[in-house]
């Protein structure tokens, strides 16, 4: 087959009655068509036919239009990227960042709208436009390289962190099948067993997903397709309703998973925690009695390795029990604590977690690989196949002259895919497990720390007084007009109102992020949660600047 254009092009084609006036107004000058003007002739969708040839000529100057680059285009020649490689050098951005620089000059959406001035034109930007407009980017982001950035459990990126990233960009590839992406093929299978064995299983099988919240969406698709593999072509009508279990400190993505998978809502169960935020056993099990009661048909439990906000552990192997009893599948929503696994000294918190039938790990937390870089694992082998496959031929060939098992996109349910794997290879492999120990240990040590001086600190009282679990350590601020007082119903509302304040102040002032959040079913009003991550290294001086930070911008309230 010839590509590209010759310079007379002669073609057979089926056009209505109105096109082949079109063609010769366009041909009648000199006998030669411009591929605008053929472009600009109109297609009808009329009934009558004329089947007869069109020859066409095209023009000298348009032999390579098809190939034809904006003049944009040809004036950059590599300066825009090495404008952003200026930028991000300077603004400290992968390398370290100085706790000195404002980590946000806040502006408001309306105002932001205004100096982005969002408009996409048709003659594009120059080279200066376009180096403007980077600076703008840099300008008005938040800088989560920051030390003082503690907003949620990401955090900035580091050298070889970035260095994956970038390259995987560079290749603009697609993680479907090996012939895509050889290497990252390779490098994602050995990582699911490298993480298996971690958590404790002999061999298993696992896809890196885009981010927690579809990790969990997958496991309950594996968990259904386990109990009953004929929803798969037939669906889920007329069927007892599944019934799905997870405790009432679990992140929001079960809930949305009953949704999207038309269990409903009402079908996913909050089981009942303790004070701590841990699912309570007996409470699941009398749960799951009490949906088969009402004609429901119980199949999947969710346990939590590290909640969102407390960072509570559920009792994995009590859960474990459970669900072996009651022919329940056990998944472990490890995200936020799935990496104390690289520690000998914290992975005691997962305790269990090896009886799990699946298990989600987001290495872009506390490890702050870049996001996202996300990993469901189970232990049923072939299973995600036999789940998500559906074999179409364009894409999944089965004559393929390599070993074709090697092609994991048909395991997922999306099929642009990145490969992630790279990033969290190449963090593993070039700082090496002890180091990666360190560092997960690191954090833990600094949310301990933290935890100690909120409970000795005047003004600050802990959530949580006992114990930390995970790496979150939740507190309020408790003002000087506050202290003292008798701890009414008035008085809790007024401490509700004291956190959004200092975050508002921490945002303009842009030396400070700190996450809040009430948990209304606890009826804990509004508190701050501070999670040390692993990059940068976080220090004890690092902690005490949250507690002063906090206290200078809260104790006039």
């Not at 997962?350 to 039938?357: H, Q, V, Y």
């Not at 349910?413 to 790279?422: E, T």
């Not at 606890?522 to 991550?533: I, S, Y």
Request: aromatic residues 8%; charged residues 25%; glycine residues 6%.
């Amino acid at each position: 087959m010839t590509r590209g254009f010759e310079p007379v092009a002669t073609t057979t084609t089926t056009h209505s009655s109105s096109q082949p006036h079109a063609v010769h107004q366009a041909t009648q000058s000199n006998g030669a068509v411009s591929l605008r003007q053929l472009a600009s002739i109109p297609v009808s969708s009329g009934n009558t036919m004329d089947k007869s040839p069109i020859t066409l000529t095209v023009r000298e100057e348009d032999k390579d239009s098809h190939l034809s680059k904006s003049t944009n285009d040809d004036a950059l020649k590599g300066k825009l990227l090495q404008k952003l490689l200026d930028i991000v050098k300077r603004e400290e951005l992968v390398l370290g960042m100085s706790e000195a620089k404002k980590m946000v000059e806040f502006k408001h959406p309306e105002d932001l709208k205004n100096i982005l001035q969002l408009n996409i034109t048709r003659d594009g930007l120059n080279l200066e436009e376009s180096s403007e407009l980077l600076e703008k980017i840099v300008r008005y982001s938040i800088k989560t390289q920051h030390p003082h950035f503690r907003k949620l459990f990401y955090h900035g990126v580091d050298e070889v962190g970035t260095t994956a990233a970038w390259l995987m960009e560079a290749f603009n590839t697609n993680q479907i099948n090996y012939d895509f992406a050889p290497v990252f093929t390779l490098m994602e299978t050995h990582l699911v067993g490298v993480m298996a064995r971690m958590f404790g299983w002999q061999e298993g099988d696992g896809i890196f997903c885009p981010g927690g919240s579809i990790s969990n969406l997958c496991a309950m698709m594996l968990a259904r397709h386990n109990k009953n593999p004929d929803i798969k072509q037939s669906g889920i009508f007329n069927l007892k309703p599944l019934v799905a279990f997870t405790s009432d400190q679990s992140h929001y993505s079960i809930k949305k998973g009953g949704s999207i998978l038309g269990l409903g809502m009402d079908n996913v169960v909050l089981v009942q925690t303790d004070s701590w935020g841990r699912m309570l056993p007996r409470a699941l099990k009398e749960a799951v009695k009490e949906a088969r009661r009402k004609g429901g048909d119980p199949f999947f439990v969710n346990a939590t390795g590290g909640s969102t906000v407390l960072g509570s552990c559920d009792p994995l192997g009590d859960i474990a029990d459970v669900c072996q009893e009651e022919e329940l599948w056990l998944h472990v929503d490890a995200c936020v604590g799935g990496a104390a696994i690289f520690s000998k000294t914290h992975k005691i918190i997962l305790k269990g977690i090896e009886r799990a039938d699946s298990i989600a790990w987001n290495a872009h937390k506390m490890m702050c690989v870049p996001l996202q870089c996300a990993l469901l694992l189970t232990r049923h082998m072939d299973l995600l196949y036999k789940c998500n496959s559906v074999k179409s031929r364009y894409l999944y060939q089965q004559d393929k002259f390599y070993d074709d098992n090697y092609d994991l996109g048909d395991k997922s349910i999306q099929c642009g895919r990145k490969p992630d794997a790279l990033k969290l290879y190449l963090a593993l492999c070039v700082y090496g497990l002890d180091q990666m120990e360190q560092r997960v240990d690191d954090a833990f040590k600094a949310a301990r720390y933290l935890q100690e001086r909120i409970v000795t600190r005047p003004g600050f009282r802990p959530v949580i007084s006992d114990e930390v679990f995970c790496v979150n350590t939740c507190f309020w601020y408790i003002p000087p007009s506050l202290r003292g007082q008798p701890e009414t119903q008035e008085w809790w509302e007024k401490l509700s109102k004291v956190a959004p304040k200092i975050f508002e102040r921490m945002m303009t002032k842009g030396t400070l992020v700190v996450v809040y959040q009430p948990i209304v079913n606890k009826t804990l009003v509004n508190f701050f949660r501070v999670t040390p991550t692993t990059v940068p290294t976080p220090t004890f001086k690092d902690i005490d600047y949250i507690l002063d930070e906090t206290e200078k911008l809260g104790e006039d309230l």
